[in-house]
């Protein structure tokens, strides 16, 4: 460039990228979406395990996790994101695993410590939904909840009535209870109360959906420490904004109040009225939406198989929510490698599910019948696994492995057939789930059991499902 000539200032069209963060604090493990704003593709996404469960040696059934472990692994998948991408982070969606309770106080919740990210202090472990300690006898002892949804044992409200019983000096420890995903909602924007969504609200029991309040006096009749309770607020609402820097993302960016896992995976994948969605994980869901004007039972249907939870704009969603799933799957995978060891063999989780998978392929159908119920059902608590017909011939893993598969589908049609799709008028079912997609057999399975043609969802996940509730609605 000659001496004294003035450069030309170019001005660049191109507009730079912003995105929204999906984060769905699961059962095993968690996962961090960046979906770009306006095209709403998956720009980077991550998952880890949290290998967070806490060995149960009291006797009381309990099922719990470890609190800082589950947030370790939430800022390490976060941060194997594209920092670039997290500095033009719009808006933060969260969702998680419903039902379970964590316990914290208000203004000591977490520990920043001037870095980008928290870490977990002064909380419970997480009681999960799959916590067993209250019994049969004690939710019969509980109050009647003013609501359509029955209590079962893994509900926080369930928890914090065995708590009132067995420890009372538990709860006067903390100030603050929700779910994982409320927790993370509630550090982020430092909150010294819990929002809560009615998603969330209805999986812990003694909530009106149709009023979205919780039974307060029903709740203090009892003695229930109604304190503990959170503050309600619209599935789909803002929660409140970053209160710091987190992981890159902007101090201010708006953070929408937690939603569920199941509404947000439903979310992701259900793209037309007439779609029903099945999601095999850890556990397993056949759902579809009710109409419009659908109102739900004045009252809970505790042996009915079908309940209805809220979704979004006071929509609701017939579900059948198995507690047997992609569980019972790998409790199977368990005991052949706890057999194997016992034999002085050794084979890893990952290389036997691949055999497994490959024998059953071989075998197309099986004679063999595997009841899997292991964990019961929240409709019939009592009602546990079996196998039948078992003869010389079918003792093949080809042959278990296929039955156990469709043992898990037939289980949850028998809780919603086919028949009632077709009544609802469904004329589609979308297959998600971890299990699913990684499971040939069960897919196989699948397509047998259902008369409507069976479409897998790409992004049929609960981190994408809460990343396009907030694209959609902010």
Same mark, same amino acid.
Not at 214 to 231: D, H, M, R, S, Y
Not at 262 to 270: A, D, E, P, R, T
Not at 326 to 350: H, I, P, Q, Y
Not at 449 to 459: D, L
């Given at each position: 460039?000659? /001496?004294?000539?003035?450069?030309?200032? =170019?001005?660049?069209?191109?507009?730079?990228?912003?995105?929204?963060?999906?984060?769905?604090?699961?059962?095993?493990?968690?996962?961090?979406?960046?979906?770009? !704003?306006?095209?709403?593709?998956?720009?980077?996404?991550?998952?880890?395990? =949290?290998?967070?469960?806490?060995?149960?040696?009291?006797?009381?059934?309990?099922?719990?996790?470890?609190?800082?472990?589950?947030?370790?692994?939430?800022?390490?998948?976060?941060?194997?994101?594209?920092?670039? +991408?997290?500095? %033009?982070?719009?808006?933060?969606?969260?969702?998680? @695993?419903?039902?379970?309770?964590?316990?914290? +106080?208000? #203004?000591?919740?977490?520990?920043?410590?001037?870095?980008?990210?928290?870490?977990?202090?002064?909380?419970? @472990?997480?009681?999960?939904?799959?916590?067993?300690?209250?019994?049969?006898?004690?939710?019969? *002892?509980?109050?009647?909840?003013?609501?359509?949804? *029955?209590?079962?044992?893994?509900?926080?409200?369930?928890?914090?009535?065995?708590?009132?019983? %067995?420890?009372?000096?538990?709860?006067?420890?903390?100030?603050?209870?929700?779910?994982?995903?409320?927790?993370?909602?509630?550090?982020?924007?430092?909150?010294? /109360?819990?929002?809560?969504?009615?998603?969330?609200?209805?999986?812990?029991?003694?909530?009106? !959906?149709?009023?979205?309040?919780?039974?307060?006096?029903?709740? +203090?009749?009892?003695?229930?420490?109604? =304190?503990?309770?959170?503050?309600?607020?619209?599935?789909?609402?803002?929660?409140?904004?970053?209160?710091?820097?987190?992981?890159?993302?902007?101090?201010?960016?708006?953070?929408?109040?937690?939603?569920?896992?199941?509404?947000?995976?439903?979310? *992701?994948?259900?793209?037309?009225? !007439?779609?029903?969605?099945?999601?095999?994980? =850890?556990?397993?869901? &056949?759902?579809?939406?009710?109409?419009?004007?659908?109102?739900?039972?004045?009252?809970? @249907?505790?042996?009915?198989?079908?309940?209805?939870?809220?979704?979004?704009?006071?929509?609701?969603?017939?579900?059948?929510?198995?507690?047997?799933?992609?569980?019972?799957?790998?409790?199977?995978?368990?005991?052949?490698?706890?057999?194997? #060891?016992?034999?002085?063999?050794?084979?890893?989780?990952?290389?036997?599910?691949?055999?497994?998978?490959?024998?059953?392929?071989?075998?197309?159908?099986?004679?063999?019948?595997?009841?899997?119920?292991?964990?019961? /059902?929240?409709?019939?608590?009592?009602?546990?696994?079996?196998?039948?017909?078992?003869?010389?011939?079918? &003792?093949?893993?080809?042959?278990?492995?296929?039955?156990?598969? %469709?043992?898990?589908?037939?289980?949850?049609?028998?809780?919603?057939?086919?028949?009632?799709?077709?009544?609802?008028?469904?004329?589609?079912?979308?297959?998600?789930?971890?299990?699913?997609?990684?499971?040939?057999?069960?897919?196989?399975?699948?397509? +047998?059991?259902?008369?409507?043609?069976?479409?897998?969802?790409?992004?049929?996940?609960?981190?994408?499902?809460?990343?396009?509730?907030?694209?959609?609605? &902010?």
């Amino acid at each position: 460039m000659a /001496e004294g000539t003035v450069p030309k200032l =170019t001005v660049s069209s191109a507009v730079m990228s912003t995105y929204i963060l999906g984060l769905d604090v699961g059962t095993t493990s968690v996962k961090a979406v960046l979906i770009e !704003t306006d095209s709403r593709a998956v720009a980077a996404a991550h998952a880890l395990p =949290t290998t967070s469960d806490i060995i149960d040696s009291s006797g009381i059934k309990a099922k719990e996790q470890d609190t800082g472990r589950i947030i370790d692994a939430l800022n390490r998948c976060i941060g194997l994101l594209p920092r670039d +991408k997290l500095q %033009h982070v719009s808006s933060v969606g969260l969702s998680g @695993q419903m039902h379970g309770v964590l316990f914290w +106080k208000a #203004k000591s919740g977490c520990d920043w410590s001037g870095r980008d990210f928290f870490t977990a202090r002064d909380t419970s @472990q997480l009681i999960t939904w799959q916590d067993g300690r209250c019994s049969s006898d004690f939710l019969s *002892s509980l109050p009647k909840p003013d609501s359509h949804l *029955s209590v079962a044992t893994g509900f926080g409200c369930s928890t914090i009535f065995w708590y009132m019983k %067995h420890r009372p000096g538990f709860l006067e420890n903390f100030t603050v209870a929700g779910t994982i995903q409320d927790y993370v909602v509630s550090m982020l924007c430092g909150l010294d /109360e819990c929002v809560m969504t009615p998603q969330n609200a209805a999986s812990w029991g003694f909530f009106n !959906t149709s009023s979205n309040q919780w039974n307060i006096g029903i709740l +203090k009749g009892a003695g229930f420490p109604v =304190t503990l309770l959170p503050q309600c607020v619209p599935s789909g609402a803002l929660a409140g904004q970053t209160c710091s820097v987190w992981h890159g993302i902007p101090a201010g960016t708006p953070v929408g109040a937690a939603l569920g896992d199941f509404q947000c995976s439903v979310y *992701s994948c259900m793209s037309s009225q !007439t779609d029903a969605v099945l999601n095999i994980s =850890t556990s397993a869901q &056949l759902t579809y939406a009710m109409p419009a004007d659908f109102k739900p039972p004045d009252s809970p @249907q505790p042996a009915s198989s079908i309940s209805y939870f809220p979704y979004f704009d006071s929509l609701y969603l017939a579900v059948a929510a198995s507690l047997n799933g992609g569980n019972v799957l790998a409790t199977f995978v368990e005991m052949l490698t706890a057999w194997m #060891k016992e034999l002085d063999a050794e084979l890893s989780d990952s290389c036997l599910y691949e055999k497994l998978i490959g024998c059953a392929l071989k075998q197309e159908t099986s004679d063999l019948t595997v009841s899997p119920m292991i964990l019961g /059902e929240r409709h019939n608590p009592h009602c546990l696994g079996q196998v039948t017909n078992i003869s010389a011939s079918n &003792l093949t893993l080809g042959h278990v492995t296929r039955a156990l598969c %469709h043992g898990v589908l037939d289980n949850i049609t028998s809780m919603m057939p086919a028949e009632r799709l077709q009544q609802g008028g469904v004329s589609r079912i979308v297959g998600s789930g971890s299990a699913l997609s990684r499971n040939e057999v069960l897919r196989q399975e699948v397509e +047998k059991v259902f008369p409507q043609p069976v479409v897998y969802g790409q992004n049929a996940d609960s981190a994408v499902g809460v990343a396009m509730v907030l694209c959609d609605r &902010l």
